[in-house]
């Protein structure tokens, strides 16, 4: 506390110090503060407190542009204005049926000194649970066409605190987080997903908790036009600075701009508890409203797909057992099938089968299309056509039965990262999709991107997602987009973009070292602050041996069976996938049913619990009905998890039906005991759920009919 | 002489003294002959002869790949086979109606000694007027997906040649041309048109002249899926070392290849006169036949356009005088008129009126879409979107207008080389041509290629041209490309590919310091021999000044108003504009008569006279008629030309027009001066033509009915 006062003396003294600018200019809300000066140098700076706690010290803003002429200072105040905003609004879809938006906005308009005199406009959103600010190039005589060679935006903390983080890699987030301290940051010993660089660069949402109680959070809203932010972090100093992705030409180009133009806006989200992270809905409120006007084909769902089956080795994408095929000489017909291709028309029926059965509303098919013989890791640039089904699969046919069962088709776009070739062949994709009767994407970008030299996370592949999600929207079709980069609240801009992967999904406990057990208490509190992920919960066979003794020797899901329940609940997303295989929910259709009852819309979410890395309870209630449906996980350690059922609805009785993990269940000895109980219980009651190592509860609240 | 027979001695020797190879191994076809052998160094090399005189000294072959495991040498020679080829065919459109296809091919078979034991197949075809050869990369366990990141292809010229070249630059080719010995190549003192890089890089074709008098023509054929080649010049020694185009990584990677696979051809056209040069059809014969069967829809033209208005200062491309513009947020109608926009539809149908008074087929449009603004120089990715007409631009009017007078408007799509967003766009675009009645687009290039690090000559343009070939084919559009790579006889296979630029066409008169009056006389000999030239010809206000005193002070078009005519003959096209004003030509409507005359499909050509940078005098006959036509240019000096009619059928009378420079006509103090006479001739006249410095003369001859 000391030393903060100390910092902020000093900063407005410097400030003051200069006759370039006013005095500090501030805006508040609640406990949250913020506060805009020039340095010494007429260096634009700015600090954040919560109460009388600092959040962000003194910490430097600028940009500099290809043309040497950017904002890197001196600047020189030119005016300011604050405005208060408190509106509320309805999400399409999402955790809440309402969303309060509520800032305090402060505004400064700079101006280089010298010539040619460009302004730039600071905005801030001063939240009670955080601050948005963007960089804002208003129109001007002296700024049209504009190159940012890098951005200068600074996070300095106030202390060593605890981070939890994954490396700075431009082409992928599929990490698991490390937790350390800031000063340990060090990322060299980790294995490249891709393309791993600087040791001390990581990634967004970046989620710190301060020795003082403090939790905080970095990221950004808003993700158009302009490359994502990483942080590079000094670890002396505790001071994070924007790292922005550069783009193909090797000079260190990041952004192609033309005013008028706005960065993104850098988030910090702070409170002095845990749930309230989980429910801030700051980045949501910096994102603009939906661009769509008529959404009632926007349908969140459950869906199962052939998927699981390949990655445990008992399917396969490609047909035949060839390689080095070329998409435009390759007579499909003529080649052998190798008698086990996932997406073929009866095992896709089977889906369908149980989809129609267990009301679940889509099939996803992967591997459907040609291509998939020698598909990854060549650089190629046609691979995919995303029209030509295999010979085993009859898309009319498929139609036709998917249809007669009420069930929806869901397509899979794997563009191996070859995006010049999809988005060539995007509007053909689409209207074929249109034609079969599909009205839902997942769309992939596995590798190294085409153009060559661009990055999943550079400025021109961040338009690829954004005009993919207007374009399938235009095409009233929803998207979930696997390793694109991580989501910034555009789901709010675009409701037809339902759930991105972006982070280190279920798929790795099948062929890597796997999700360790604490891995699902971070993500909501790092990757899931941007938006929902399609992280595939739902695996029932734990061990999946089974699916293939030799192939997957000692490969298991690092979670109990409960906790797989659970996370339908604490991860949230409007379309959530029963990951597993038919066959494996055969053999628990008790616990299947949880999978069949929870919603995926909700009207209201509470977090009951919660700490990053060790466990995480949340109740959500359904869309349009009286029923709750709570998730609890925990790490590699068990827990007790006492619950109060105050969120009920007063005088109603509920069935309660907990599916909880059963006697010694553990995730590595005993990971598939699993215990259901029913019990009626009212807002009054209280419940404990028991929480094995690596485990996890889900519970249903049904109203008892009177 | 001694010194070649000295160089193959040693060559020979050094090939028999390894025993890794056999002796060397030839092909030959009348005075042409070939030679491979291995070196003392197991590299690959090669000599070409032409009867005694050397063409290619002892130059060495081979390819490195990224993975380090590519075709430098040591190689051993596997096998060997040769077989002759005498074929003929009919172009669809072409200088002659029938070319023979006459060859002798060697493959030689090469393996790596060493691990990975890789297979290459280089193959040579030896024609009686040069030698085509490639690398070829068969199908194979050990090779499936490469790098190439060079390739040593040498070209040893056995002494100081004069040279005609123009600077390597990898995204433009629209230079003057120098004429120098090899020694004496240096592009350091040339003003870059894009980027110009190393002082001893040039491009091909490169044409050469012996001091033995042999002339020599390097270049490639069927460029496909592989940068274009540039040649480094060691002016010490003479020899050449092929230089491929780069891609955007920065790594030096320069085509991404998948076996089989071939490179393109190199090619070395050669013979003892000049006029023999023009008449190779070398490279047409090592390009694939056509892809198309039906193209009866393809058909040769002559057009007038909405275009040299705009390069003169008389009208603008662009609608509104304003600047930074953004395509999707802009309300073009609300924009202001700027009172000289070309593409206006009144202004159109004065084109329309005129092409269908004067027969001509097609009236090209340029700026008639929105986007022209601010369209050129900011590296933007969404400039045009090639549907949207601008307000004053009635696309459905000018359909019925143009339809009624049996004319066809032509497409114009600028890219400005944001290449991305052309793709994304080019279904929707060659739809809205369809919708209204367009079947051929001039596509345009200007400025730097998005994806941004690409070039217009690398490896991922080339396939974009490719591409687009294919693309309009299969819309049935024909398509004339500007600012692309040079062609390397790909209208052969894609015979909708009427046309390319990819030189100094006649524009730069406009406004720059020109075309020297020379340049006509070596377009034949470079570029040209790669496929037809979209030069613009027919300019006949020869000073500009008329049409704009201020903006085109002191510019003029550096030849005579007859040369303009002759070049309808010299430079071939199946697509000839007839480039200047309605309004230039409603002067001379005499002069006018031969634009109007002149066919653009011709069943037999002959090069009566040549030289390069200094004169050219061709004739042509008529596609389907006994009507021929003669151009004859020459440089900056008067010259007298004889011509022997021996051509023309024997028996019959043909009356001859005569467009020649008038009295006292030069391209610098009186261009304009022409004068027209007739004369009835027979195969057994002569005519001397009179060409005036910067001058030339254009000839019809029309049989006289009985």
Redo the contacts between chains.
């Keep these: 506390m000391r030393n903060y006062l100390l910092v902020l003396l000093l900063l407005t003294a410097g400030y003051r110090a200069t006759a370039q600018a006013p005095g500090p200019l501030t805006a508040r809300l609640d406990k949250v503060s913020l506060t805009f000066a020039l340095g010494p140098d007429g260096r634009p700076g700015y600090a954040i407190a919560f109460g009388a706690k600092p959040v962000i010290k003194a910490s430097r803003l600028g940009l500099s542009f290809a043309d040497g002429k950017g904002f890197e200072g001196p600047l020189v105040v030119v005016g300011s204005e604050t405005k208060d905003v408190d509106e509320t609004w309805q999400p399409v879809w999402g955790e809440v049926k309402n969303i309060r938006n509520h800032y305090q906005q402060l505004t400064v308009h700079l101006r280089q000194p010298a010539a040619p005199g460009r302004l730039l406009d600071v905005v801030f959103r001063v939240f009670a649970d955080g601050v948005g600010f963007r960089y804002e190039f208003p ?1 001007q005589p002296n700024l ?2 504009f190159t940012v060679q890098d951005e200068h935006t600074e996070f300095n903390l106030p202390g060593n605190h605890k981070a939890f983080w994954i490396p700075g890699d431009y082409d992928s987030n599929e990490y698991t987080y490390t937790t350390s301290r800031v000063s340990e940051v060090n990322t060299t010993p980790i294995e490249a997903i891709q393309l791993k660089a600087a040791p001390n660069r990581v990634q967004t949402p970046l989620m710190l908790k301060a020795d003082d109680g403090l939790y905080l959070n970095i990221h950004e809203a808003a993700l158009v036009n302009y490359p994502a932010m990483f942080l590079n972090v000094d670890t002396k100093s505790f001071g994070l600075t924007s790292q922005l992705v550069p ?4 000079t260190g ?1 990041k952004a ?1 701009l ?2 008028p133009e706005h960065t993104p806006w850098r988030t910090v989200v702070v409170s002095d508890n845990a749930p309230a992270m989980l429910a801030s809905k700051l980045i949501l409120n910096l994102n603009e409203p939906s661009k769509l006007t008529e959404t009632t084909w926007i349908q969140p769902q459950k869906f199962v797909g052939v998927w699981w089956e390949m990655h445990v080795n008992r399917a396969s994408w490609n047909y035949a057992d060839v ?2 095929i ?1 998409l435009a000489d390759t007579d499909w017909k003529s080649l052998k099938d190798n008698g086990h291709h996932g997406a073929n028309t009866a095992n896709v029926k089977r889906y369908i089968d149980f989809a129609a059965k267990h009301n679940i509303q889509g099939v996803l098919v992967e591997g459907w299309n040609v291509g998939w013989e ?1 598909w990854a890791n ?4 046609e691979v995919f056509d995303f029209v030509t089904p295999y010979p085993d699969f009859d898309v009319s046919e498929l139609q036709r039965y998917a249809a007669s069962k009420n069930v929806k088709l869901i397509m899979h776009h794997e563009t191996s990262s070859s995006v ?1 070739n999809y ?2 062949r ?3 994709a689409y209207r074929f999709m249109k034609q079969y009767g599909y009205d839902a994407v997942k769309t992939g970008y596995v590798g190294r991107i085409i ?4 990055h999943h996370d550079g400025q ?1 592949m961040v ?1 690829h997602y954004n ?1 993919t999600a207007q374009l399938t929207a235009d095409n009233k079709i929803m998207v979930d987009m696997h390793e694109a980069v991580r989501p910034t609240g555009l789901h709010r801009t675009y409701p037809n973009w339902m759930a991105s992967e972006a982070a280190r999904g279920n798929e790795f406990n099948a062929w890597s070292s796997g999700n360790p057990p604490e891995h699902e208490t971070i993500l909501p509190f790092t990757r899931l602050m941007g938006g929902p992920m399609d992280y595939t919960p739902g695996i029932f066979q734990i061990q999946l041996e089974s699916w293939n003794p030799t192939r997957n020797q000692g490969k298991q899901v690092h979670t109990t069976l409960a906790k797989q329940l659970a996370l339908y609940v604490t991860l949230y997303s409007p379309l959530q996938m029963a990951a597993d295989l038919p066959e494996a929910y055969e053999k628990h259709l008790d616990a299947f049913q949880f999978i069949e009852d929870v919603a995926v819309d909700w009207d209201d979410t509470r977090i009951l619990a919660a700490e990053p890395g060790d466990h995480l309870t949340t109740v959500r209630k359904a869309k349009g009905k009286d029923e709750w449906y709570l998730g609890s996980i925990t790490d590699e350690n068990a827990r007790k998890q006492p619950i109060k059922l105050n969120f009920l609805t007063p005088g109603q009785r509920y069935e309660a039906t907990i599916y909880a993990d059963g006697t010694g269940a553990d995730w590595q000895k005993n990971p598939m005991a699993y215990r259901i109980t029913r019990q009626v219980v009212t807002s009054k009651s209280a419940l404990t759920l028991q929480l094995a190592p690596g485990g996890g509860a889900a519970v249903s609240f049904k109203p008892v009919k009177k």
Tied chains: 1, 2.
């Design positions: 129109a049209a066409y783009d193909a030409t090797g180009a192609y033309q005013a390689s080095n070329k020698d060549n650089w190629k640039e010049t988005e060539r995007q509007d053909a153009p060559r030299g661009e021109w338009n005009r």
